[in-house]
């Protein structure tokens, strides 16, 4: 339907879809528009490479056949010259001081990053990260900042408040780490499903042992390979970030993840279910998977690169199970286990920071 003083959007930014020539570099996302009395406005998240703390933002207005560059309207708020990085920027627009007779037609923003250059994680491989040890394959994640949490108001108590965190940018696995890849490494395959097959998710796995396992491929591959934390793997699940329900694009869970309903009482081989739009697999459903962190309240962690309190005696689990309802594969869902303690619907991905790789 479109109506005069209707505010549109339209969102131009690269996203990072592959390893090889994409940008991986400051970028607006989440773009937002509205209109309020005689004023425009328009709300986005910037986001930043490794160690970028601001970016030039371009503005540009349509009104039917008429472009308008930013810099030429009454215009306010976070655009032009080294806008930092982070979310809910806002620009504002008096509309009748540039246009007092009014105007017909709809409002289009433009909202973009000038100058952005590329940056390349391998471009010696353009399908990406792959340990040559093990065949586990890692997608690149670019660093930035977004809104922690229950995002949907439907969550529990332990994921609010929602609250901005940044992370520099990392590489993650692509698919939970397999019976194959684990036994590999150790020697046995502890998992209960067995009979899955050797594509399938190891599980039955404390989170002790995963430090074991950590600790062995990190010797034999001269890697750093690690656990995400908390915030790295809620901001992977959400595809960097975005307002994501589940590990994915829509509402239909069965369609992202293996859960109570589609799952049979058992897990399946990894990668069957649609990836996030950065090609991550089963983050909600399958197994659920370990993190490093030990349980903090929101709002009481850093807001860059959260690592999780020093003492405690649990560690978090996310992403829920083929066990679990809907409510638990959500992205902003959180559990704690006693980090000796093995489960048949537990299991768990790798990370590797940038200068590891």
């Known amino acids: 339907m479109r109506r005069s003083y209707l505010v549109d959007l339209l969102l131009c930014c690269v996203f990072m879809t592959g390893f090889n020539s994409a940008p991986f570099a400051a970028e607006v996302r989440n773009l937002r528009t509205g209109q309020q009395g005689n004023q425009a406005f328009a709300v986005y998240d910037l986001y930043g490479k490794p160690g970028e703390k601001e970016a030039d933002v371009r503005v540009i207005i349509e009104i039917g056949s008429d472009k308008f560059v930013g810099d030429k309207l009454a215009l306010s708020g976070d655009f032009g010259k080294k806008v930092k990085i982070g979310i809910d920027k806002k620009i504002v627009w008096d509309v009748m001081k540039d246009m007092p007779a009014g105007y017909t037609g709809d409002v289009v923003w433009d909202v973009d990053v000038t100058g952005v250059s590329s940056f390349n994680i391998n471009a010696s491989n353009p399908s990406g990260v792959t340990d040559s040890l093990t065949g586990i394959a890692f997608v690149p994640v670019a660093g930035g900042c977004f809104k922690m949490g229950d995002t949907f108001d439907d969550g529990e108590e332990d994921e609010k408040p929602n609250h901005e965190i940044c992370l520099d940018s990392f590489l993650i696995s692509k698919q939970e780490v397999t019976q194959t890849q684990w036994q590999l490494i150790m020697g046995n395959n502890p998992s209960?499903?067995?009979?899955?097959?050797?594509?399938?998710?190891?599980?039955?796995?404390?989170?002790?042992?995963?430090?074991?396992?950590?600790?062995?491929?990190?010797?034999?591959s001269d890697k750093n390979y690690r656990l995400p934390t908390e915030a790295e793997w809620e901001y992977a699940a959400r595809s960097a970030g975005r307002k994501e329900r589940y590990s994915g694009q829509g509402e239909i869970v069965s369609s992202l993840g293996w859960y109570c309903d589609n799952s049979g009482g058992k897990t399946h081989p990894v990668g069957l279910k649609k990836p996030n739009a950065l090609g991550i697999y089963d983050m909600?459903?399958?197994?659920?998977?370990?993190?490093?962190?030990?349980?903090?309240?929101?709002?009481?962690?850093?807001?860059?690169n959260p690592q999780g309190p020093s003492v405690g005696n649990s560690r978090i689990v996310r992403g829920g199970s083929w066990l679990n309802k809907p409510a638990s594969l959500r992205t902003a869902s959180r559990s704690e286990l006693t980090p000796s303690v093995r489960t048949n619907n537990i299991g768990f991905r790798l990370v590797l920071s940038l200068s590891q790789e």
Do not use: T
Request: hydrophobic residues 35%; proline residues 2%; charged residues 25%.
């Open 192 to 220: 209960f499903f067995k009979q899955c097959g050797k594509s399938c998710p190891v599980e039955n796995v404390s989170w002790n042992e995963v430090q074991q396992f950590i600790r062995k491929l990190n010797a034999r």
């Open 284 to 304: 909600s459903g399958n197994v659920a998977e370990w993190v490093v962190d030990r349980k903090a309240d929101y709002g009481n962690e850093l807001l860059h």
